[in-house]
Structures are given as C-alpha cells and as structure tokens.
C-alpha cells in the first residue's frame, strides 16, 4: 500500500472512531436501552420494509443468518414481532412489528431524536450546515450508484417566498466567514434587496438560484436600470460546491439573458478581497472603472466598480 492509500486509510479509521464514539455506538446497549445498536436497527427495517422477510434483512443490513434469527425469536418472545405465512408461498414468513414493538421502536425514535437535536444546539448554524453537507457527501461517495456534484445541482430563475431571506443568510454567514465582515454588512444587504424587491419585475429583472439537495448554495441576479443599462448582483457560491464549474455556469446566464434583453451595458459592484470573483468577471471583459475604500463592515476593504460593454 503506498503513501496516499495509508493517508487515506488512516484518515477513514480515524474518523470512525471519532464518530461511533460520539454517537455512543460502542455502548452496549443503544441509547440506554436494552437493545444493541444491531437489534434497533432491525426494529426499524421490521417497521419500514415492504414484505419484510429475513432474506431482505439479511440482504439490506448485511446481518449474519444466525443472529438474525436469535435477535428476531428474542422479538417475538418479549411480543415485539410476529411472522405470517405467505398466501402463494408456504416456506415463506413475513415479518412484523406488534403494537408494542412499534411504540418500542417510537420510543427509541424519539430518544435518538433528542440526542441529534443536542448534538446540534451545541453547534453554531453554519457549522450545522457544514455537518449535514458533509454527510450528504459521505452517503453519495459510498452509495452504490453516486451522484456527481454536478448532478445534484439545480439552477432556477421562479422567485419564491422565503429565497431572498436564504440569500441573506448565505451572504451574512459566508462573507463572515471568508471576510471578516460584521453585521453591519449584513444589514447593507438586506437593504439592498429591500429596495430591489419594491422594483421588482420580471420584465426587466432575473435572479439564478443554485440549490443542491433542495437547499440554495449559490445565486446570480440581473437588475435592469434603463432599457440598455442593467447590474450583475448577488453573485455568490457556498465554498462547498465551488471548482466545479458553476459559478461559470452561472454568470454566462446572466450574459445570455442580457443579449436577450437588449442590455448593452452592465456594470457591479464588489471589493478587492473577492478575487476569485474579480477573475471570472474580467475574463469575459468587464473592466475596473472606479475604486474606493470602506471601513463600515468591520474590516478595511476596497470597494471596486466593473462596467462590460456587451456586443
């Protein structure tokens, strides 16, 4: 095994460790209870498999055979489940939870429930989101069939009630983040979609919203001034999902719907500290036309002015 495998190895192991043990999966029993972690999870498949049989079990969970058929005998000893012979099939039983195994299996929802809650109250929002992207990621990575980062991204242009106050967030929590900017800019945001909302209209204006997995991780909009004058705004990527493409993706659709409108002149507002940004823009030819310093969010910075003659 070479140097980057047993990089990788140990860094999995690790992080088995580090996990199992804040679950408390190394208990005996799970969640305080009399049952392991093994025989909880096979209360649950018992409740929410179709035709469950141990085949499926035994087959979903990779469970061995043997301590199947003990944990399911000890099930139907304390009256948690029962079998039923199959109609077309007489060596087939299905399996199934009683009134009292199902309000086990509720009671053990509920007390694992409140463990996750506790383990996030203890976590500010954006680590929250950090946490569940991460496991998102985790889960598809090893999913029989993954899906590309790619694939999990959806683009649309329908303003929905509750997106604005998204975007808000997603610019508070990054830009403090990766700017050291304060509240005070997050207020100047929130401003600035104030105003753009009281002149909102879709013949003049359009907003691009990325969402992954139903939740937004990034944005573009086009503000239209006069009939050929508009502003390119709000142009934001979660970190997560940034090296693939999409912040590309998404300023060639403010550029496409520009020519559309016959918008000839854009211009932004962004500061020096946005480079990566700065970059994209110029390469499409926008082009510095006025520049000047701001101590209002908390760090110095230097507002900048970009103006791009479309063609």
């Not at 025989?39 to 049989?53: F, G, I, K, P, W």
């Not at 399996?95 to 463990?115: C, D, I, M, P, R």
Request: hydrophobic share 40%; proline share 1%.
């Amino acid at each position: 095994m070479d140097t980057a495998q047993t990089a990788l190895l140990h860094a999995i192991r690790k992080f088995n460790r580090f996990y199992t043990n804040i679950l408390g999966l190394l208990d005996q029993h799970l969640l305080d209870s009399e049952f392991s972690l093994s025989e909880a999870r096979v209360l649950y498949e018992l409740e929410h498999m179709d035709d469950c049989t141990s085949k499926k079990l035994i087959e979903k969970i990779s469970i061995d055979s043997g301590y199947l058929s003990r944990i399911i005998k000890r099930f139907e000893k304390q009256g948690l489940a029962y079998r039923t012979q199959s109609a077309e099939d007489g060596r087939l039983y299905y399996l199934h939870l009683t009134v009292k195994g199902q309000a086990t299996l509720a009671a053990l929802e509920e007390q694992s429930n409140q463990q996750v809650k506790k383990m996030l109250l203890e976590l500010q929002e954006d680590r929250q989101e950090k946490l569940v992207l991460g496991m998102e990621l985790i889960e598809n990575a090893l999913a029989e069939n993954p899906v590309s980062a790619k694939e999990m991204i959806t683009i649309r242009s329908e303003l929905k009630p509750g997106d604005i106050g998204c975007l808000i967030q997603l610019h508070g929590s990054i830009y403090a983040a990766e700017c050291g900017y304060n509240h005070v800019f997050e207020g100047y945001v929130c401003k600035t979609f104030y105003e753009f909302l009281a002149n909102y209209s879709q013949d003049k204006d359009r907003l691009w919203f990325a969402e992954a997995n139903g939740k937004m991780i990034g944005a573009i909009a086009i503000v239209g001034h006069t009939a050929t004058r508009a502003q390119l705004r709000w142009f934001i990527l979660h970190p997560g999902f940034r090296g693939l493409g999409l912040g590309n993706q998404l300023l060639s659709e403010v550029l496409r719907y520009s020519r559309e409108k016959g918008y000839c002149h854009l211009f932004l507002e962004t500061t020096d500290d946005q480079q990566t940004a700065i970059h994209m823009y110029q390469k499409v030819g926008f082009i510095k036309t006025k520049e000047r310093k701001n101590h209002t969010w908390g760090v110095e910075h230097v507002e900048q002015t970009y103006a791009l003659t479309l063609t």
